[in-house]
């Protein structure tokens, strides 16, 4: 039996479990499905084909969330993360499939690790930090969100939250190349990036199934909202007329608002982060109290970018909703 169960050894995750294990008497499990932190392998990573996109010509894009026990500060910057201590329970390579409910309160996770299923149980509360990406999936699961949704997926409803994986917003990258000659001189940049790192298109991810290992079915709706589209144009219009003829065809030479609109369409690409799906606030369609815990079930928290309305602008902002969620579960 432990006192609390994390989910998600990324930053966020295997940092709350650091704080909460700080106290002596309390017992931790974390539950990360990558492995534990390696300097000689690079950082594996969920990649989730989305649904063909109406606001890019109908292309489908991958969406990529790093795994691994220390997230990307670790296994980007080669930092090995701090040692568990011997009151922190770690568990890699371990996919969480459901938060285990005892009538409206989380008492513990069930996983598969090694070809198993395992159930652990949690005294005081269960805490998802495991992503945009993952986090809702894992509610909707346990039999919490859109009811109807849950039905299509063949999970039993335990709570009905509508808002569970709505609102997932994903930034936006246009790579514009660079001629090869204009390599030869300007050597490493290969392209000038067109970014929208806050935009106001908002997507959905559905569950397809109970699962774990299947993949939800995910909308972001990218470039769905005109004004997303103009803000890329008026980027486009500044980048080229710097570039002049720099610029790589089908860039290069004049192009109509019409051309640029579908050459933006064609070659928009998910930048790295996403938010939303489990959004924090007092509305129809949030997920998340002011405290983090999930409405209607007790002792259940979500301390990740799921829970934000906009992509934060550094990990900082992440890290600070696990720090915050261990000082209030350690006081309560």
């Known amino acids: 039996m432990f006192d609390f169960a994390v989910v ?20 931790v499990a974390l539950i990360e499905a990558g492995p534990s932190w390696s300097r000689r392998r690079p950082r594996p990573a969920w990649r989730w084909t989305t649904v063909a996109q109406p606001g890019l010509n ?28 011997g009151n922190l329970s770690v568990f890699t390579d371990a996919l969480a ?66 808002g569970v994986g709505q609102g997932l917003q994903v930034p936006v990258h246009v790579a514009v190349p660079l001629r090869r000659a204009v390599l030869a001189l300007h050597r490493p940049a290969e392209a000038v990036h067109l970014v929208l790192e806050q935009p106001a298109s908002r997507g959905r991810l559905r569950l397809e199934g109970k699962d774990p290992e299947l ?9 769905s909202q005109r004004e997303d589209l103009e803000a890329l144009m008026q980027q486009a219009r500044q980048v080229l007329e710097g570039l002049g003829r720099r610029a790589a ?26 938010a939303g799906g489990c959004r924090q606030g007092d ?17 259940l928290y979500v301390a990740d970018a799921s829970v934000l309305a906009q992509l934060p602008t550094d990990g900082q902002a992440v890290a600070a909703l696990g720090a915050q969620l261990a000082q209030q579960l350690l006081a309560g």
């Open 58 to 85: 109908g292309r489908a894009i991958a969406l990529v969330a790093g795994k691994g026990l220390g997230g990307a500060a670790a296994w980007g910057g080669g930092a090995e993360p701090p040692p568990a201590p």
């Open 8 to 27: 998600g050894g990324g930053a966020t995750g295997y940092g709350l479990a650091l704080r909460l294990a700080a106290q002596a008497a309390v017992q």
């Open 97 to 162: 499939v459901r938060v285990l409910l005892l009538g409206r309160r989380a008492t513990g996770v069930e996983f598969h690790r090694a070809g198993l299923v395992q159930q652990l149980q949690a005294s005081r509360a269960v805490v998802l930090c495991a992503g945009a990406l993952q986090s809702p999936p894992l509610l909707m699961r346990s039999g919490i969100g859109p009811h109807a949704e849950l039905v299509a997926g063949n999970v039993a409803t335990r709570h009905h939250l509508p």
């Open 215 to 223: 993949p939800p079915r995910l909308d972001p709706d990218l470039l």
């Open 283 to 299: 509305g129809p369609l949030d997920v998340v109290d002011a405290q983090l815990a999930v409405r209607g079930i007790a002792g």
């Open 249 to 274: 065809r089908p860039w290069a030479g004049p192009l109509s608002a019409l051309a640029l609109e579908r050459l933006l369409r064609e070659r928009a690409e998910p930048g790295p982060g996403m």
